[in-house]
């Protein structure tokens, strides 16, 4: 059996042709100052930057490197394997390291906004022994649960280089981008600048805290019910086509054959749509 009649062979060697001809032309595009250079630094700086703002060490250049490995190993599975829809695997390559780390910044948010209460309640308490607020965060920073312990220590390190107490909350602020945690550092700085009696101030603005959190707790008890009937709503038309289809295969063959069932299609989406969009407006309730 010859080289030329093997066609795994030269199945094989084409795909690596392939991928050498591929890669050469990365490398061309990389070398110099190039619109795939210029991707490439913005987005290994915000993969840099959404992992600095979780505490961690940055590593956009290592992801893009795994990632670009890992797309290289699913085209040479798929490729390999003969798979019809093997591209389909670059998805999660592509947007996975990205929705991760949306997802994490989402928990990392979540968990400081439920600890708001003890950060204000413990700089009150703090400042009836402490007379300054930059001393008396300094002092509560030991018994603050994580990640708010991270964030008033990064605080405290702007200080030390050489900000203002004032600027290190409006940059804190600035970087959490929450309305709730807006609030409670609003008040800190309106109670910094107005002077008083801030320690009874933050009490009554972690009282606000409180009793924020335990209307959000009732709401999202009271609206369970319906994100479920919302989820029932988005299923279920592909439930009922797909039990229809089992039982018969010519069922909705009017609806795709003719112009008329083009027409009715494209009404039943539009309004399955826009029942969807209108439940989730009127879910978000706002207090």
């Known amino acids: 059996m010859s080289g030329l009649g ?3 062979l030269l199945k094989l060697g084409g795909q690596l042709l392939v991928a050498f001809g591929v890669s050469w032309l990365i490398y061309a595009a990389f070398a110099g100052d190039t619109v795939l250079t210029r991707y490439y630094r913005k987005y290994t700086a915000q993969l840099d930057r959404s992992m600095k703002l979780l505490f961690m060490p940055a590593a956009g250049e290592r992801i893009f490197l795994g990632q670009v490995l890992a797309a290289a190993a699913v085209a ?5 394997a003969d798979l019809s829809y093997w591209y389909l695997g670059l998805l999660p390559v592509a947007f996975g390291p ?6 994490k910044r989402r928990e990392h948010m979540t968990r400081l906004e439920g600890q708001l209460d003890a950060l204000i309640m413990g700089l009150a308490n703090a400042l009836k ?6 001393a008396a965060l ?4 030991p018994v603050m649960p994580m990640p708010m312990r991270l964030e008033i220590d990064r605080l405290l390190k702007e200080m030390r280089i050489g900000s203002t107490l004032e600027q290190g909350i409006l940059n804190m602020s600035s970087r959490l981008n929450s309305i709730d945690i807006d609030n409670a550092l609003s008040a800190l700085l309106i109670g910094l600048q107005v002077g008083g009696n801030l320690p009874a101030v933050l009490e009554n603005t ?8 335990r209307l959000q707790g009732v709401v999202k008890t009271k609206t369970s019910e319906a994100r479920a009937q919302l989820w029932v709503l988005a299923i279920f038309p592909f439930a009922i086509c797909g039990a229809f289809t089992a039982l018969d295969e010519t069922y909705f063959t009017p609806l795709q054959t003719t112009f008329v069932g083009t027409i009715i299609v494209t009404i039943s989406m539009g309004l399955w749509l826009g029942s969807l969009m209108a439940a989730r407006k009127i879910l978000q309730v706002d207090i």
């Not at 990205?98 to 997802?103: A, E, F």
């Not at 300094?138 to 920073?141: A, K, L, M, Q, S």
């Not at 972690?206 to 959190?213: G, H, L, S």
């Open 6 to 8: 093997h066609p795994l």
């Open 76 to 80: 040479a599975l798929g490729l390999a």
């Open 98 to 103: 990205v929705l991760w780390l949306r997802n």
């Open 129 to 134: 022994t402490v007379p300054s607020p930059s």
């Open 138 to 141: 300094g002092t509560i920073v």
């Open 206 to 213: 972690a009282a606000t805290i409180r009793e924020m959190n």
